[in-house]
């Protein structure tokens, strides 16, 4: 079983940056993937940015591109989600995830097994 802790949300204006954690405990030997989605209200949860745990191999949404960025220390079973630019349309509660059972893809919010208890971003014009 894998366990998530995610963190690093808050308030910030349009043009700011946040930088968010999720730190993993429990069997992390068995993580294939982690990623981060996230969900603004009376709107489905959302794929962001994801990151294959041995490759290195990341994939973002076209939304984000350019402007976030998502790195892992392995040693720590840590991800981070760091986010330039951000704009009103950001603002959401942001989730990690990570994928315990081998799934092709990576954006698919089918693919993960465990989540965090999500981290409030709100981005202010």
């Known amino acids: 079983q894998v366990n998530l802790a995610d963190s690093g949300g808050g308030l910030v204006q349009a043009g700011g940056s946040l930088k968010l954690s999720c730190a993993a405990s429990?069997?992390?030997?068995?993580?294939?993937?982690m990623g981060w989605f996230r969900q603004a209200p009376g709107k489905e949860r959302e794929f962001v940015a994801a990151?294959?745990?041995?490759?290195?191999?990341?994939d973002y949404a076209d939304s984000v591109k350019d402007r976030f960025t998502m790195s892992r220390d392995n040693g720590r079973s840590t991800v981070y989600l760091q986010m330039n630019s951000l704009k009103p349309e950001d603002t959401a509660v942001y989730y990690c995830?990570?994928?315990?059972?081998?799934?092709?893809?990576?954006?698919?919010?089918?693919?993960?097994?465990?989540w965090g208890q999500g981290t409030q971003v709100t981005v202010s014009s």
């Open positions: 995830a990570a994928q315990v059972n081998y799934y092709a893809s990576l954006i698919d919010i089918k693919a993960y097994d465990a």
């Open positions: 990151i294959r745990w041995r490759a290195g191999r990341t």
């Open positions: 429990g069997r992390t030997s068995g993580i294939y993937a």
